[in-house]
């Protein structure tokens, strides 16, 4: 049985290692078509990062010169971040400012008194008012935690309540507005008023505020007497003339506490100066005709009379006085002045804290010393501001008011600490008072440059690298650039040289370091017209350093004296942004510069349908033809086999055959012989 052979099932005469052989030896174009399309796949994944590399090169480029070039970005310092900060966007400009933070913007924040734990916040329609908007809800009535939670979650960011455990069996709520700014108190309506006096958070108040009325009835003198004309009274408003001085009894006398404000509103009309006519000294006195004597017909003249006068000095003009300490007040016989005005052609709001002064006001004087200024006054009130209708707050942690600064003299106020119509295109935000101004500097940002033009040189130098290792078949370029990475190296490695000789690769090199080698033309002339002259170079070794070889410097890699570049953005930043992009001929289209002549090189390869993409397009049609090529001779494999495989079956069943023949035979003739 261990001769049976059955015809390419078994393998007696050892065929399948002999087609196996033969179509090996066939296989050897299929590996050369392999082996040339995994080339082309490999030059195609070489351009394309090539690409990649170029277009981020542009990039930077683009950066340097375009209309978001970072020579607009500006940044805003501040002397004491712990009193305010600042930010800056490109509008801002360039300029110190002192502000002295007097006061920062707060909300209305209560507390209540110590609560027991278990106590219960009745049933019922709450409200809560800040400044015009309000927020209404209807309580089942519970905890305070039950309380501050629904609170919490219909206040649509208008209020917040807080549940502090002051002791293990007590508790305390706080209640507080989400709005800065002296208009957005916040006010306790309907039921809320009952729960803010049971817990402590409101009390009751006496009178906390007095409207003082302008009649002719409610004025009289002051110093000196009253004159009619130089003051007047119409529809409760008070005009006081130059020269002018009266006083506004208050009667009653008004008790003050501490958060008592004096408030007013009030404007200034300027009365044009009037041009003063030319002096001349007097004619002095007119004396008579001496007359005349006529003697045989001669007449003789007497001498006219002579009159010494003094010498003649023009009259002194009158003195012009801006005196803006008009207001005062009077508590018991003492005089206060209040603030200075300033002048406004429209009325302005003022208000005095005259409770933190003293404890009683007796009246308001009015002492207008100015000779070009008529002083206008309306709407005077005295009131509580803390007072929020007929109740205060009992414990007040922070109470609502604006945010009080001077700059350049001028007061300023906002209901918000985060102020962004101070300055042009800064935003300052307010952190805390401060008992000294503090300076806001706004200038270049000179760390985005410094980083942008970093950036352009590190693309570059990649750049440089690609097209080294695709170009030549040294090893030595890799390892001597000491930037890569162990994985960047390994990448490099295998597809060091696969454009060795590559013409379009020399002449993108070439181009490329005469970009950067060329002088631009610049505002600063000679002394800012080439890239090494703000530190950027192929050898930044300082003056007598040693000499030594470095390949990197011979091969085109650029690098930067930070030092000397630092100091060339802090002096001469506008020639910096000329030398990296120009508009030489006043069109307001840049034409020049290092960053512009990279960005017109690089774009015929990087655009769509540009140079690269003609490659990739050229190679995406050879990797389709060798495909098509290895299927077709794939298929040749197959049938070569199939062939192989039935004619070496028909030679082994004919091998088969003649074998049992030749036994046939064999076996015959020993059969003769034995008979």
Same mark, same amino acid.
């Given at each position: 049985?261990?001769?049976?052979?059955?015809?390419?099932?078994?393998?007696?005469? &050892?065929?399948?290692?002999?087609?196996?052989?033969?179509?090996?030896?066939?296989?050897?174009?299929?590996?050369?078509?392999? #082996?040339?399309?995994?080339?082309?796949?490999?030059?195609?994944?070489?351009?394309?990062?090539?690409?990649?590399?170029? /277009?981020?090169?542009?990039? /930077?480029?683009?950066?340097?010169?375009?209309?978001?070039?970072? %020579?607009?970005?500006?940044?805003?310092?501040?002397?004491?971040?712990?009193?305010?900060?600042?930010?800056?966007?490109?509008?801002?400009?360039?300029? &110190?400012?002192?502000?002295?933070?007097?006061?920062?913007?707060?909300?209305?924040?209560?507390?209540?008194?110590?609560?027991?734990?278990?106590?219960?916040?009745?049933?019922?329609?709450?409200?809560?008012?800040?400044?015009?908007?309000?927020?209404?809800?209807?309580?089942?009535?519970?905890?305070?935690?039950?309380?501050?939670?629904?609170?919490?979650?219909?206040?649509? &960011?208008?209020?917040?309540?807080?549940?502090?455990?002051?002791?293990?069996?007590?508790?305390?709520?706080?209640?507080?507005?989400?709005?800065?700014?002296?208009?957005?108190?916040?006010?306790?309506?309907?039921?809320?008023?009952?729960?803010?006096?049971?817990?402590?958070?409101?009390?009751?108040?006496?009178?906390?505020?007095?409207?003082?009325?302008?009649?002719?009835?409610?004025?009289?003198?002051?110093?000196?007497?009253?004159?009619?004309?130089?003051?007047?009274?119409?529809? +409760?408003?008070?005009?006081? *003339?130059?020269?002018?001085?009266?006083?506004?009894?208050?009667?009653?006398? %008004?008790?003050?506490?501490?958060?008592?404000?004096?408030?007013?509103?009030?404007?200034?009309?300027?009365?044009?100066?009037?041009?003063?006519?030319?002096?001349?000294?007097?004619?002095?006195?007119?004396?008579?005709?001496?007359?005349?004597? *006529?003697?045989?017909?001669?007449?003789?003249?007497?001498?006219?009379?002579?009159?010494?006068?003094?010498?003649?000095?023009?009259?002194?003009?009158?003195? @012009?006085?801006?005196?803006?300490?008009?207001?005062?007040?009077?508590?018991?016989?003492?005089?206060?002045? $209040?603030?200075?005005?300033?002048?406004?052609?429209?009325?302005?709001?003022?208000?005095?804290?005259?409770?933190?002064?003293?404890?009683?006001?007796? /009246?308001?004087?009015?002492?207008?010393?100015?000779?070009?200024?008529?002083?206008?006054?309306?709407?005077?009130?005295?009131?509580?501001?803390?007072?929020?209708?007929?109740?205060?707050?009992?414990?007040?942690?922070?109470?609502? +008011?604006?945010?009080?600064?001077?700059?350049?003299?001028?007061?300023?106020?906002?209901?918000?600490?985060?102020?962004?119509?101070? $300055?042009?295109?800064?935003?300052?935000?307010?952190?805390?008072?401060?008992?000294?101004?503090?300076?806001?500097?706004?200038?270049?940002?000179?760390?985005?440059?410094?980083?942008?033009?970093?950036?352009?040189?590190?693309?570059?130098?990649?750049?440089?690298?690609?097209?080294?290792?695709?170009?030549?078949?040294? #090893?030595?370029?890799?390892?001597?650039?000491?930037?890569?990475?162990?994985?960047?190296?390994?990448?490099? @490695?295998?597809?060091?040289?696969? %454009?060795?000789?590559?013409?379009?690769?020399?002449?993108?090199?070439?181009?490329?370091?005469?970009?950067?080698?060329?002088?631009?033309?610049?505002?600063?002339?000679?002394?800012?017209?080439?890239?090494?002259?703000?530190?950027?170079?192929?050898?930044?070794?300082?003056?007598?350093?040693?000499?030594?070889?470095?390949?990197?410097?011979?091969?085109?890699?650029?690098?930067?004296?930070?030092?000397?570049?630092?100091?060339?953005?802090?002096?001469?930043?506008?020639?910096?942004?000329?030398? %990296?992009?120009?508009?030489?001929?006043?069109?307001?289209?840049?034409?020049?510069?290092?960053?512009?002549?990279?960005?017109?090189? $690089?774009?015929?390869?990087?655009?769509?349908?540009?140079?690269?993409?003609?490659?990739?397009?050229? $190679?995406?049609?050879?990797?389709?033809?060798?495909?098509?090529?290895?299927?077709?001779?794939?298929?040749?494999?197959?049938?070569?086999?199939?062939?192989?495989?039935?004619?070496?079956?028909?030679?082994?069943?004919?091998?088969?055959?003649?074998?049992?023949?030749?036994?046939?035979?064999?076996?015959?003739?020993?059969?003769? &012989?034995?008979?």
């Amino acid at each position: 049985m261990s001769d049976i052979s059955i015809p390419g099932v078994t393998n007696k005469y &050892n065929t399948d290692k002999i087609i196996k052989g033969l179509v090996n030896v066939e296989k050897l174009p299929l590996k050369r078509m392999e #082996k040339n399309r995994d080339i082309l796949k490999k030059q195609k994944s070489v351009w394309r990062d090539l690409n990649r590399k170029l /277009s981020t090169l542009r990039d /930077s480029a683009k950066e340097l010169f375009g209309f978001q070039n970072p %020579f607009k970005e500006k940044i805003a310092k501040s002397s004491d971040n712990n009193v305010l900060k600042a930010t800056a966007t490109r509008k801002a400009l360039e300029e &110190n400012k002192k502000i002295l933070v007097k006061r920062i913007a707060a909300a209305d924040r209560f507390i209540s008194e110590s609560l027991p734990k278990d106590f219960k916040v009745p049933a019922g329609k709450y409200g809560f008012k800040v400044g015009e908007k309000s927020i209404n809800f209807t309580f089942k009535g519970g905890s305070l935690k039950d309380f501050a939670e629904i609170l919490n979650r219909k206040s649509r &960011n208008l209020v917040k309540a807080q549940i502090i455990s002051d002791t293990p069996g007590t508790r305390i709520i706080a209640v507080e507005s989400q709005k800065t700014g002296r208009k957005k108190k916040l006010l306790f309506l309907d039921k809320a008023v009952d729960f803010g006096l049971k817990s402590g958070i409101l009390k009751r108040t006496g009178v906390t505020e007095r409207d003082i009325p302008l009649t002719k009835y409610s004025v009289t003198s002051w110093k000196s007497a009253l004159k009619s004309d130089s003051y007047s009274i119409s529809d +409760g408003t008070l005009t006081v *003339n130059p020269a002018g001085e009266l006083k506004i009894p208050v009667t009653p006398s %008004f008790n003050l506490n501490k958060n008592m404000v004096l408030q007013f509103q009030l404007k200034t009309e300027i009365i044009p100066e009037k041009k003063s006519e030319e002096t001349k000294p007097p004619p002095g006195p007119s004396l008579p005709d001496t007359g005349e004597i *006529n003697f045989k017909g001669i007449k003789v003249k007497n001498e006219k009379s002579r009159v010494i006068l003094p010498q003649w000095k023009p009259p002194v003009p009158a003195k @012009r006085i801006d005196d803006m300490q008009v207001l005062f007040f009077n508590s018991n016989g003492k005089i206060h002045p $209040l603030n200075k005005i300033e002048d406004s052609k429209d009325f302005k709001s003022y208000e005095a804290d005259i409770g933190a002064i003293s404890n009683t006001i007796d /009246s308001i004087n009015i002492k207008n010393r100015n000779t070009n200024r008529i002083i206008v006054v309306k709407n005077i009130k005295i009131f509580d501001k803390t007072s929020r209708g007929k109740y205060i707050p009992s414990h007040p942690i922070s109470e609502a +008011g604006d945010a009080e600064l001077i700059m350049d003299g001028i007061k300023i106020k906002r209901d918000s600490n985060n102020i962004d119509d101070l $300055l042009p295109g800064v935003n300052i935000t307010l952190l805390s008072k401060s008992d000294k101004p503090v300076t806001i500097k706004v200038e270049k940002d000179k760390e985005a440059i410094k980083n942008s033009i970093v950036a352009l040189v590190g693309h570059y130098n990649q750049v440089i690298t690609e097209i080294d290792v695709v170009s030549r078949r040294d #090893k030595s370029v890799i390892e001597d650039a000491k930037y890569l990475t162990d994985e960047e190296r390994n990448a490099y @490695r295998k597809k060091l040289g696969i %454009f060795a000789g590559s013409l379009t690769m020399y002449q993108l090199k070439d181009s490329l370091q005469r970009v950067m080698m060329n002088p631009y033309r610049t505002d600063g002339g000679r002394n800012m017209s080439l890239l090494a002259q703000i530190g950027i170079s192929t050898d930044t070794r300082k003056p007598g350093e040693v000499a030594s070889v470095d390949k990197t410097r011979l091969r085109g890699y650029l690098e930067i004296d930070e030092a000397r570049l630092d100091d060339q953005i802090a002096a001469h930043a506008g020639w910096i942004k000329e030398l %990296f992009g120009n508009d030489t001929d006043g069109d307001l289209i840049i034409d020049s510069g290092a960053a512009y002549s990279l960005d017109r090189l $690089l774009n015929p390869y990087v655009t769509i349908g540009g140079i690269i993409a003609a490659h990739l397009t050229t $190679l995406d049609g050879q990797i389709s033809r060798k495909n098509r090529d290895i299927n077709n001779y794939e298929d040749h494999l197959k049938k070569y086999e199939a062939d192989l495989k039935y004619k070496y079956g028909k030679m082994e069943g004919a091998l088969q055959a003649l074998e049992k023949n030749s036994k046939a035979l064999e076996n015959l003739g020993g059969s003769n &012989n034995r008979r």
